[in-house]
């Protein structure tokens, strides 16, 4: 058992495939573009309102970095190939 846990270690930190790269590399890049966040209001059953939020900025967004870039790099590391697509092709890419 004691042989089989760093074993188990290392097979977690191997490269992913290249579509779940491209997937984690696509949001990570979205967030280059520009911050990111949700506002949530309501109110309870005893009358009481609340109201929260979050907001995410990155260090890629705030040194002003390319998200082709970022995405290029991320899948690079991750994978240790070229994406198969660009970070542009994406459909649901909303600046």
């Known amino acids: 058992m004691r042989r089989l846990i760093p ?3 290392l097979a977690a930190c191997g490269p992913i ?8 590399c696509f949001d ?5 573009e520009a911050p990111r966040g ?3 209001l ?3 059953t005893d009358g009481g309102a609340y ?3 979050e907001i995410t ?14 995405y290029n790099t991320c899948v690079v590391r991750k994978t240790g190939q ?3 697509r660009s970070y542009s092709s994406f459909p649901d890419r909303r600046g």
């Open 82 to 84: 070229n994406p198969a």
């Open 38 to 40: 949700e506002v949530g």
């Open 17 to 24: 495939s290249l579509p779940d790269a491209e997937r984690q």
């Open 7 to 9: 074993l188990l270690l």
């Open 42 to 44: 309501g109110a309870s």
């Open 51 to 53: 109201a929260r939020g």
């Open 28 to 32: 990570r890049a979205r967030q280059a």
């Open 57 to 70: 900025i990155t260090s890629d967004f705030l040194r002003g970095a390319d998200p082709e870039t970022v």
